[in-house]
């Protein structure tokens, strides 16, 4: 084993910006090239930019010599990885720019060899908050305005109610903007033989993983696989209701943890003469803004994390 200096940078790749941790692939333009609310971008198009905030609750950070899987990663499974950070109640971390570090252990060895993935376990419930000033005023399905829109601190899993909106916009933004409460807890492809899962609570979706999961955030790309674990850390069942087109859970499900298993490329070599390996976790474009048909601001999205490691 190599007693290394592993250096974490939260915010160093993260200058202007897991599913990569990625749970949605990206979206253009950047909010910067934004001109008019009904010109570009227009037709329910969406923007991508920077979080103000983006708080996950950590619980590990690890580097693989193969894929991590819910079954590896089981009590006395031969686990191809290697922790860099754990914590079994996990902390919460502020993963963009001037955030809070994630505090790796100073013990922390690596065997030579080649590492190909990298392992991020998650809690479901996270905070973003999102603030953004546009070229020029944008109009906001609240019926606000102004070229400083910024995040209302609303959930922002399911579409806003008639003339609400996400965001609110203004000519200034305010003392504080607010994180929204956003909860992963499924996803997946749609799984049923007629192609109408929301409809079809016999068919379903994929519930429990998505697979092959390929983010780009500011021109890096990446790919991810995503499995929900319940809180024994054991892949979740597939208990979902289909509630007036809408998915919730039934049950006693404890959907607890993602954990996403990146792809490294290119791949980690650990040599004999290796001395320093830096981690980075890259959250630009991770905060998208959408518009509705009238080119206005109304709804937001997560786009994805992507860890970016290297070793010299």
């Known amino acids: 084993m190599k007693n290394l200096k592993i250096v974490l940078f939260v915010a160093a790749f993260c200058t202007t910006n897991i599913g990569s941790i990625a749970f949605a692939q990206s979206i253009v333009p950047d909010c910067s090239s934004v001109i008019t609310g009904n010109s570009s971008p227009s037709g329910e198009m969406e923007c991508a930019t920077s979080p103000r905030s983006l708080i996950f609750k950590i619980y590990e950070l690890s580097l693989c010599t193969a894929a991590a899987t819910p079954s590896n990663q089981a009590l006395g499974a031969a686990n191809p990885c290697t922790k860099l950070y754990y914590d079994v109640n996990g902390e919460d971390i502020d993963l963009t720019a001037g955030g809070a570090s994630i505090p790796l ?3 922390v060895s690596l065997a030579e060899g080649t590492y190909t993935h990298a392992l991020l376990k998650l809690g479901t419930i996270f905070k973003m908050a999102t603030s953004i000033q546009f070229q020029n005023p944008q109009t906001s399905t609240d019926n606000s305005s102004g070229e400083f829109c910024y995040s209302k601190g609303v959930n922002t899993n399911f579409m806003p109610a008639a003339n609400d909106s996400h965001f609110s916009c203004a000519s200034a933004f305010p003392a504080s903007v607010s ?8 996803f997946g492809e749609d799984n049923s033989p007629d192609g109408d899962a929301w409809t079809n609570s016999e068919d379903g979706y994929y519930q429990n993983t998505e ?21 024994n850390g054991v892949l979740a069942t597939g208990d979902l209701d289909y509630v007036g087109g809408e998915p919730t859970l039934r049950g006693s499900s404890t959907r607890t943890y993602i954990l996403a298993n990146q792809d490294l490329v290119p791949n980690v070599e650990i040599l004999p003469d290796t001395t320093n390996v830096e981690i980075g976790i890259k959250v630009s474009d991770s905060s ?7 080119g206005e601001v109304e709804y937001g999205n997560f786009n994805g994390l992507i860890i970016q490691i290297s070793a010299n």
């Open 105 to 107: 252990g100073s013990d």
């Open 179 to 186: 994180a929204n409460d956003e909860l992963i807890n499924f």
């Open 211 to 231: 697979m092959d999961v390929l983010t780009v955030l500011d021109s890096v790309t990446s790919t991810t696989d995503l499995y929900i674990l319940d809180s």
């Open 288 to 294: 998208g803004i959408g518009f509705n048909t009238s």
